[in-house]
């Protein structure tokens, strides 16, 4: 009996302490999940109806993308020339192939006041239609994921949340792992529970089915984003040639005769997201994060400078400099994806951007505008190991990789999710006291050692939790501070 006296104050602390260990990560949970909630609401829908993109703006725009086969089709250069008659106010800025011969074939152009997306018939050199891309359904969708229509601000929210969910997924598997190992409540929702046990056991076991395929969801996202994206980027260009495999680009060697030029990596994602819903990556423009990271080359000489002496007009890139060059794209073997930039300035090149939806299929040429030389030639052999795992992760993201099945497999994963999520809300409404969001927290209650190293990891790979612990830090010491008063 004494024996048993002895021993119970050290049970009961460790009862205590694990206790406290429960309330610690339940609040923690739940604070996150609140905090996420709506954002990844908006995420998981946005990136479900975006998963069919193409097919949707296909139907959505199936008058202006149909046309008719007949004879042979002009060439880019006639199609260019074309255009340049009818609009001769407005600028080309790209050009995107047709995904099939009965497809027309896109010209966004800059007029003075807006962008314009033309849909032209190659065969007979007729516009089937002028849109405003921003004004299209998956445009709009398209900014909703990327940044919640809020620009630049919005863009750092949707980051700032899918940091937090990688640790509201670590919470939650710490909360699920069960002390007694079996299936019904488990691995299965009890059939005759219910209350507060129906959805528990339906929110922790759809969360478990769909948490690794969220996280890989988060985790493939994160190079496109707005500042961790590109402090990512600058770490592999800051260790480049030491550490070639973590390299966002695998070409840091251009030839000495062309020159190259520092840019901002994400301008063009940006502006891409506001003018282009045809856009391969919802999370990346129109390029691969590979050639956005890569400092495109330069003209080596002013394509303005034969005409410069004899006419006070600048003059316009010719696309018959850069066509020839699509055949050396491998369109058998990975399918459709190519579009050409044309320079932006006289300094700059044109750029064939190729993106299928197999990652290893990619490659981008650049090709000087005044002499039709080809300055550089990116394809997937010479990708980084991280550039090749960054870009195969965009493509599984985006349900492209793998075919038909990765579409549908994704779109079951968003919609696990979203059921998961729903049944986490409506069981925290049913646990919630009156005037309380969550139950308050011991002075003893600690985090568990291995989910405070977890966080602590979060926070140096992902510095932007760092505001919103210390936000809440602050908000804990507020309310301390008005007890006392």
Same mark, same amino acid.
């Given at each position: 009996?004494?024996?048993? &006296?002895?021993?119970?104050?050290h049970?009961?602390?460790?009862?205590?302490?694990? +206790?406290? @260990?429960?309330? +610690? *990560?339940?609040? $923690?949970?739940?604070?996150?999940?609140?905090?996420?909630?709506? *954002?990844l609401? *908006?995420?998981?829908? &946005?990136g479900?109806a975006?998963?069919?993109?193409?097919?949707?703006?296909?139907?959505?725009?199936?008058?202006?993308?149909?046309?008719?086969?007949?004879?042979?089709?002009?060439?880019?250069?006639?199609?260019?020339?074309?255009?340049?008659q009818?609009?001769?106010?407005?600028?080309?800025?790209?050009v995107?192939?047709?995904?099939?011969?009965t497809?027309?074939?896109?010209?966004?152009?800059?007029?003075p006041?807006a962008?314009?997306?033309?849909?032209?018939?190659?065969?007979?050199?007729?516009v089937?239609?002028?849109?405003?891309?921003?004004t299209?359904?998956?445009?709009?969708?398209?900014?909703?994921?990327?940044?919640?229509?809020?620009?630049?601000?919005?863009?750092?929210i949707?980051?700032?949340? %899918?940091?937090?969910?990688?640790?509201?997924?670590?919470?939650?598997?710490?909360? $699920?792992?069960?002390?007694?190992?079996?299936l019904?409540?488990?691995?299965v929702?009890?059939k005759?529970?219910?209350?507060?046990?129906?959805?528990?056991d339906?929110?922790?076991?759809?969360?478990?089915?769909?948490?690794?395929?969220?996280?890989?969801?988060?985790?493939?996202?994160?190079? $496109?984003?707005?500042?961790?994206g590109?402090?990512?980027?600058?770490?592999?260009?800051?260790?480049?040639?030491?550490?070639?495999?973590?390299?966002?680009?695998?070409?840091?060697?251009?030839?000495?005769?062309?020159?190259?030029?520092?840019?901002?990596?994400?301008?063009?994602?940006?502006?891409? @997201?506001?003018?282009d %819903? @045809?856009?391969?990556h919802?999370?990346?423009? /129109?390029?691969?994060?590979?050639?956005?990271?890569?400092?495109?080359?330069?003209?080596?000489?002013?394509?303005?400078?034969?005409?410069?002496?004899?006419?006070s007009?600048?003059?316009?890139?010719?696309?018959?400099?850069a066509?020839?060059?699509?055949?050396?794209?491998?369109?058998?073997?990975?399918?459709?994806?190519?579009?050409?930039?044309?320079?932006? /300035?006289?300094?700059? *090149?044109?750029?064939?951007?190729?993106?299928?939806?197999?990652? =290893?299929?990619?490659? &981008?040429l650049?090709?000087?505008?005044? %002499?039709?030389?080809?300055?550089?030639?990116?394809?997937?052999?010479?990708?980084? @190991?991280?550039?090749?795992?960054? =870009?195969?992760?965009?493509?599984?993201?985006?349900?492209?990789?793998?075919?038909?099945?990765?579409? $549908?497999?994704?779109?079951?994963f968003?919609?696990?999710?979203?059921?998961?999520?729903?049944?986490?809300?409506?069981l925290?409404?049913?646990?919630?006291k009156?005037?309380?969001?969550?139950?308050?927290l011991?002075? &003893?209650?600690?985090?568990?050692?291995?989910?405070k190293?977890s966080?602590?990891a979060?926070?140096?790979?992902?510095?932007?939790?760092?505001?919103?612990?210390?936000?809440?830090?602050?908000?804990?010491?507020?309310?301390?501070?008005?007890?006392?008063?």
């Amino acid at each position: 009996m004494a024996e048993l &006296t002895i021993h119970n104050p050290h049970q009961q602390k460790r009862e205590q302490r694990a +206790a406290g @260990a429960q309330r +610690a *990560v339940f609040f $923690w949970h739940g604070w996150s999940a609140l905090m996420i909630a709506p *954002v990844l609401l *908006v995420l998981v829908v &946005t990136g479900s109806a975006y998963l069919f993109d193409r097919e949707f703006d296909q139907w959505w725009q199936q008058d202006a993308y149909q046309v008719k086969p007949q004879g042979t089709a002009a060439t880019l250069a006639q199609q260019q020339d074309y255009l340049r008659q009818q609009y001769p106010a407005w600028t080309i800025n790209r050009v995107m192939l047709a995904q099939a011969p009965t497809q027309a074939v896109r010209w966004q152009l800059t007029a003075p006041d807006a962008v314009h997306l033309i849909y032209l018939d190659p065969y007979s050199l007729v516009v089937q239609a002028d849109i405003d891309p921003t004004t299209q359904p998956m445009a709009i969708v398209r900014r909703l994921h990327g940044e919640l229509m809020a620009g630049t601000t919005g863009g750092y929210i949707v980051e700032w949340m %899918s940091c937090w969910t990688l640790f509201l997924l670590l919470t939650g598997g710490w909360l $699920w792992w069960p002390k007694h190992w079996r299936l019904a409540g488990v691995l299965v929702p009890r059939k005759r529970s219910d209350g507060r046990v129906h959805w528990r056991d339906w929110h922790a076991v759809l969360a478990l089915v769909s948490s690794l395929a969220l996280a890989f969801l988060v985790l493939s996202g994160m190079p $496109w984003s707005t500042f961790w994206g590109k402090q990512f980027a600058q770490l592999g260009r800051d260790f480049s040639p030491q550490w070639h495999w973590v390299t966002p680009s695998p070409n840091f060697h251009l030839p000495e005769t062309v020159k190259s030029r520092a840019v901002d990596p994400h301008h063009e994602h940006q502006e891409q @997201a506001a003018t282009d %819903s @045809a856009a391969v990556h919802i999370i990346g423009g /129109t390029e691969s994060w590979v050639t956005q990271q890569h400092p495109a080359p330069q003209a080596a000489h002013s394509h303005q400078s034969n005409l410069h002496e004899l006419t006070s007009q600048p003059q316009q890139a010719d696309i018959s400099m850069a066509e020839p060059y699509l055949t050396r794209l491998a369109l058998e073997t990975y399918g459709p994806g190519v579009r050409v930039f044309y320079p932006a /300035t006289d300094k700059d *090149v044109f750029k064939i951007n190729y993106i299928p939806d197999k990652a =290893e299929g990619q490659q &981008t040429l650049y090709i000087d505008p005044a %002499s039709g030389e080809l300055l550089d030639d990116i394809g997937w052999q010479r990708y980084s @190991a991280l550039a090749k795992v960054v =870009e195969w992760g965009t493509m599984t993201h985006l349900g492209r990789q793998y075919g038909v099945w990765n579409q $549908w497999l994704n779109l079951l994963f968003c919609l696990l999710v979203l059921a998961a999520l729903i049944a986490g809300l409506t069981l925290w409404w049913r646990r919630r006291k009156p005037g309380r969001w969550l139950p308050p927290l011991q002075s &003893t209650d600690r985090l568990p050692l291995a989910l405070k190293l977890s966080l602590l990891a979060l926070v140096v790979l992902f510095p932007l939790l760092l505001l919103s612990l210390l936000a809440f830090l602050m908000c804990k010491l507020w309310q301390r501070r008005g007890a006392v008063e």
